[in-house]
T-cell receptor
Framework: EAGVAQSPRYKIIEKRQSVAFWCNPI?????LYWYQQILGQGPKLLIQ????????DSQLPKDRFSAERLKGVDSTLKIQPAKLEDSAVYLC?????????????FGAGTRLSVL | GEDVEQSLFLSVREGDSSVINCTYT??????LYWYKQEPGAGLQLLTY?????DMKQDQRLTVLLNKKDKHLSLRIADTQTGDSAIYFC?????????????FGTGTQLKVEL
């Protein structure tokens, strides 16, 4: 079974530029998550999708971050414009069903450096 | 407090046992998890425990849960160099928006020969 795929693996941009990340979850997983992991910290949830609907985006800085999952499979996360403090690893995860156990499987992440 | 807390660093000798500790925040958390993150990789689920249990063993891993103190620990027996990584505990909270994981800050485990 293929895992969660993310691209690109690395991205370097200058502040005020735009950037987009892509995630393909495990086949059949209805729930998809985007996390931001700043160096030395644990992952912080940015947004959670159930199929193509948003379940939780309370931690997403909506003035500059946006995410979509139009067909309930792949997802993109965009930052426009980027700030220095957006430098982090952006992790995508998916899970097969929403329930108490909530086993999330993670991709390798995209490491973003904003100069 | 609001944060899931872990000590930052642990160093052990190969073959010894490692114990990584975590203090979580929500007494209503249903499941608690341990994830492992190797350099340049995503998080890999190691094990989890249901909140009505106080211990779970899985090969070299033993999870202990003290609900009264909201304390979770992960013991790795016979620690190997391949166990060197960052270990995250996470609690599961039921929110209006669904089932949300909150991660600790991570404990970096270094295994020395």
């Amino acid at each position: 079974e293929a895992g969660v795929a993310q691209s690109p693996r690395y991205k370097i941009i200058e502040k005020r530029q735009s950037v987009a990340f892509w995630c393909n979850p495990i086949s059949g997983h209805a729930t998809l998550y985007w996390y931001q992991q700043i160096l030395g910290q644990g992952p912080k949830l940015l947004i959670q999708f159930q199929n193509n609907g948003v379940v939780d985006d309370s931690q997403l800085p909506k003035d500059r971050f946006s995410a979509e999952r139009l067909k309930g499979v792949d997802s993109t996360l965009k930052i426009q414009p980027a700030k220095l403090e957006d430098s982090a690893v952006y992790l995508c995860a998916s899970s097969s069903r929403e329930g108490a156990k909530n086993i999330q499987y993670f991709g390798a992440g995209t490491r973003l450096s904003v100069l | 407090g609001e944060d899931v807390e872990q000590s930052l660093f642990l160093s052990v000798r190969e073959g010894d046992s490692s114990v990584i500790n975590c203090t979580y925040t929500d007494s209503s958390s249903t499941y608690l998890y341990w994830y492992k993150q190797e350099p340049g990789a995503g998080l890999q689920l190691l094990t989890y425990i249901f909140s009505n249990m106080d211990m779970k063993q899985d090969q070299r891993l033993t999870v202990l849960l003290n609900k009264k103190d909201k304390h979770l620990s992960l013991r790795i027996a016979d620690t190997q160099t391949g166990d060197s990584a960052i270990y995250f505990c996470a609690e599961s909270k039921i929110t209006g928006g669904g089932n949300k994981l909150t991660f600790g800050t991570g404990t970096q485990l270094k295994v020395e020969l």
